[in-house]
């Protein structure tokens, strides 16, 4: 299992980045995917996530409205879209699956613990 995640880069406040995550040996619709990020000196922490099989999606607060998780199933692609990129959205962005079974799906993939692939990271910054 691979996931290859990129679109990464450097844009000011207030623009958009759409950053996709490239899956390959796995059949990604039928896994739960998320995306964390790790900015420099403190943890990764949760972004958004989309269970298995389009149930749901999930968005921490710090980007609700701001950001909008998808799936491109005929690429095998998970994509998640930022807009009105704020500097503290600088980090390191990581997408991750797993096919674990949740009691609450909506709250299992909360947590970076519960992901058994991880992408490499792609890096964003947002500076003027």
């Known amino acids: 299992v691979q996931l290859q995640a990129s679109g990464g880069g450097l844009v000011q406040p207030g623009n958009s980045l759409r950053l996709s995550c490239a899956a390959s040996g796995i059949t990604f619709i039928t896994y739960h995917m998320g995306w964390f990020r790790q900015a420099p000196g403190k943890e990764r922490e949760f972004v958004a996530a989309?269970?298995?099989?389009?149930?749901?999606?999930e968005y921490a607060d710090s980007v609700k409205g701001r950001a909008t998780i998808f799936r491109v199933t005929a690429n095998n692609t998970g994509i998640l879209q930022m807009d009105s990129l704020k500097p503290e959205d600088t980090a390191v962005y990581y997408c991750a699956a797993t096919n674990k079974a949740f009691r609450s799906p909506r709250l299992g993939v909360r947590a970076a613990s519960s992901f058994n692939y991880w992408g490499q990271g792609t890096e964003v910054t947002v500076s003027s």
């Open positions: 989309s269970t298995r099989n389009h149930y749901a999606t």
